[in-house]
């Protein structure tokens, strides 16, 4: 009996659930969902750079937690394929990464990362009736993905800062409000009075980057969700870049100086 009881309790010292874990949970959830057009969902860099946290380190049930939390979101997509292509890369990956001493650069890493998604990407196209335009855009979502590696460990990285009480820095802050754009893709959208919800929630959220990062932040922040928003759409693309930028050039008016920036 004491022994069953030790052993639940080594068990739950290697879990640790709180509500910042749960909050991490839910946008993790969201972001898996955001697959913009391809095969590869934006969730699957995020879960990979999550996984060599301080968390993940220190409670390594964690990992199971977020690993689970990803596949279930890659799964509501519907998409069957892409879903088969992310869980086998995210269980490859996980598995290499257990055999690392958890030091390695993120370079080091997001190529592990890269190599994880290629061999069962291949398998997968090759196996199912996939076109030439489908590998072209496998191969360009690898870079996609490599880059949004190093997005999401600069959000990790802000996070346990402020954790700490620490001020984030600029590239870090722009992350994580890069990153807050990527969630948005996996809530469901839907129409009030003509108006698109997620696409209010978006000019929203450029506001507040703008306002309180200036216009560097609120530019990047406009780009990423001109891209991610517009549908190819070169016009709104550069409405929501340009609209970001004048934001958080006329932050020194204030409020109304930010809203009249993103107006013009």
């Known amino acids: 009996m004491n022994r069953d009881v030790q052993k639940r309790k080594g ?32 969730g699957l860099p995020a879960v990979s750079a999550w996984l060599f946290s301080e968390e993940c380190t ?18 509501s997509l519907g998409h069957l394929r892409a879903a088969g292509i992310v869980i086998c ?19 080091k890493l997001g190529l592990l990362l ?11 196209l090759a196996g199912s009736d996939a076109s030439f335009g489908d590998l072209l855009r496998f191969f360009a979502q690898l870079v996609i993905m490599f880059v949004s590696f190093y997005l999401y460990c600069h959000v990790r990285g802000g996070l346990q800062a402020k954790k700490h009480a620490a001020v984030l820095t ?21 129409i009030i009075a003509g108006i698109s919800t997620m696409h209010m929630i978006a ?16 530019a990047a922040c406009g780009t990423v969700a001109g891209i991610l ?21 006329l932050n020194r008016f204030k409020r ?9």
Do not use: H
């Open 229 to 249: 928003m517009a549908s190819g759409n070169a016009v709104y693309m550069c409405m929501y870049a340009l609209g970001g930028f004048l934001a958080g050039l």
């Open 203 to 218: 000019i929203c959220l450029i506001l507040l980057v703008a306002y309180t990062g200036g216009f560097g932040v609120g």
């Open 256 to 264: 109304l100086g930010t809203i009249i920036g993103f107006v013009i």
């Open 58 to 75: 220190k409670w390594p049930l964690n990992r199971l937690l977020y690993i689970g939390v990803f596949i279930v979101g890659s799964l």
């Open 89 to 107: 890369a995210i269980l490859l990956f996980a598995f290499f990464a257990s055999l690392l001493t958890g030091r390695e650069k993120n370079g």
């Open 11 to 42: 068990i739950l010292l290697n879990l640790n659930l709180n509500k910042q874990t749960a909050i991490r949970l839910g946008l993790l959830f969201f972001t898996a969902r955001a697959n913009v057009g391809g095969m590869i969902p934006f």
């Open 170 to 190: 600029q590239d870090q802050f722009a992350a994580v409000c890069i990153a807050g754009v990527i969630v948005l893709m996996g809530l469901p959208d839907m």
């Open 114 to 124: 890269i190599l994880c998604t290629l061999v069962p990407g291949i398998i997968f």
